[in-house]
Antibody, heavy 118, light 107 residues
Framework: EGQLVESGGGLVQPGESLRLSCAVS????????MHWVRQAPGKGLVWVSR????????AYADSVRGRFTISRDTAKNTLYLQMNSLRSDDTAVYYC???????????WGQGTLVTVSS | DIQMTQSPSSLSASVGDRVTITCRAS??????LNWYQQKAGKAPALLIY???TLKSGVPSRFSGSGSGTEFTLTISSLQREDFATYYC?????????FGQGTKVEIK
């Protein structure tokens, strides 16, 4: 099934930047579309961004478009999320996940917590 | 964008109870509807895809049904390890969407 391990979360101040990484093992990430999904404390799941196989087609939720950038390094089998101009409402656990057949997500990483606070 | 609405938002049930959660889509989505289970402090985990296909390894007490705009997740006999939050999810071309979640608590 494979394993996804996120890293890079932490406490930052509003307006600062952070880069999240998602290290993939057990499958070749270059064969799949990949996504980021976030979950604010005590809230539900919210889709953030996706990237296609060659990395040429990306999409973002309205709330992060223009501030976040998704990318992938197939040689390292790693997915990234560059987050700029962070706001307090970006505080959440960020999960990376693999898309299956333009439909469902499986598996998921364990998540990395991003806290934006002054 | 397609919106997903789950009901109820929470429910209390006892071990052995039959539990049904409903998910409604704002537009017809055929059977492109998936269910996830999330236990406290853990990542979501896929339970059911394509509305009714059980992921390998998921207990048979879980089942899904529906098509179009209305879908259900049923747990035939609730077990202690099933107390969790459940999310439905659809994926159209540009923007996947999740329901707001249904928390299943112990009565």
């Amino acid at each position: 099934e494979g394993q996804l391990v996120e890293s890079g979360g932490g406490l930052v101040q509003p307006g600062e930047s952070l880069r999240l990484s998602c290290a993939v093992s057990g499958f070749n990430m270059s064969n799949y579309w990949m996504h980021w999904v976030r979950q604010a404390p005590g809230k539900g799941l919210v889709w953030v961004s996706r990237i296609n196989i060659p990395g040429t087609n990306v999409a973002y939720a309205d709330s992060v478009r223009g501030r976040f950038t998704i990318s992938r390094d197939t040689a390292k089998n790693t997915l990234y999320l560059q987050m700029n101009s962070l706001r307090s409402d970006d505080t959440a656990v960020y999960y990376c996940t693999r898309e299956m057949f333009l439909n469902w997500f499986d598996p998921w990483g364990q998540g990395t917590l991003v806290t934006v606070s002054s | 964008d397609i919106q997903m609405t789950q009901s109820p938002s929470s429910l209390s049930a006892s071990v052995g109870d039959r539990v049904t959660i409903t998910c409604r889509a704002s537009q017809r989505i055929n059977t492109f509807l998936n269910w996830y289970q999330q236990k406290a402090g853990k990542a979501p985990a896929l339970l059911i895809y394509d509305a009714s296909t059980l992921k390998s390894g998921v207990p048979s007490r879980f089942s899904g049904s529906g098509s179009g705009t209305e879908f259900t997740l049923t747990i035939s006999s609730l077990q202690r390890e099933d107390f969790a939050t459940y999310y439905c999810q659809q994926y159209n071309t540009y923007s996947p969407a999740f329901g707001q979640g249904t928390k299943v608590e112990i009565k």
